[in-house]
C-alpha cells in the first residue's frame, strides 16, 4: 500500500496543475502567444482534436469534461469559424464525427508551438533527464487513470 501522505501530494499537485492550465489568464496567454483571436471555450475542443484526431462528439465530450449539448453548441460555433468538419461516423451514420479543417489544423499548430516556447521557458532550469523523467511519468500517470477507469467502467457493468 502506497503512504497516503504520498497519494494526497500527488492529488494536490493534479488540482493546482489543472487549474493552472485551465485559468483564462494561462488559456488567453496562450492565445495571446500563438498570435491567435478565439473564444478560450474553444481552445480545449480544438486541442483535442489536434491531439486525437477524428472524434465523436460524445468522446470529445469526456475528453474535455463537458457534457455532450455544451460541446455541440461549441462545435458549431468552430465550424461556423471554418476551423472543424462534422462528418458521419464510418460504422454508424447517426453518430457525428468532428475533424479539424485546413484552417483549425493551423491554428492548432500555432497554438501547439506557442505552448511549446511557454513550456520550454518555465522549463529552461530543468535537466534533460528531468524533463525525461516527467514525460515518461506522466505518461505513465494517464495510462494507470485510463486502466482504473476502464477496470472502474467494467465492473459497474457488471
Not at 11 to 19: Q, S, T
Amino acid at each position: 500500500m502506497y503512504n497516503t501522505a504520498n497519494i494526497d501530494t500527488v492529488a494536490r499537485a493534479l488540482v493546482d496543475l489543472l487549474g493552472f492550465f485551465s485559468s483564462p489568464q494561462r488559456v488567453d496567454l496562450l492565445l495571446e502567444e500563438a498570435g491567435v483571436v478565439l473564444d478560450r471555450a474553444l481552445v480545449p475542443l480544438l486541442v483535442g482534436i489536434a491531439t486525437r484526431g477524428t472524434l465523436s462528439v460524445a468522446a470529445l465530450a469526456d475528453q474535455v469534461g463537458r457534457d455532450s449539448t455544451t460541446v455541440s453548441r461549441q462545435i458549431a460555433k468552430l465550424e461556423q469559424l471554418g476551423l472543424i468538419a462534422k462528418i458521419p461516423g464510418e460504422t454508424d451514420r447517426r453518430i457525428r464525427m468532428v475533424t479539424l479543417a485546413p484552417a483549425g489544423e493551423a491554428l492548432a499548430r500555432s497554438v501547439a508551438a506557442a505552448r511549446q516556447r511557454l513550456l520550454a521557458r518555465a522549463l529552461a532550469a530543468w535537466s534533460e533527464d528531468d524533463l525525461g523523467d516527467l514525460g515518461r511519468l506522466n505518461a505513465k500517470f494517464v495510462e494507470s487513470l485510463a486502466r482504473a477507469a476502464q477496470a472502474g467502467s467494467e465492473a459497474e457493468r457488471g
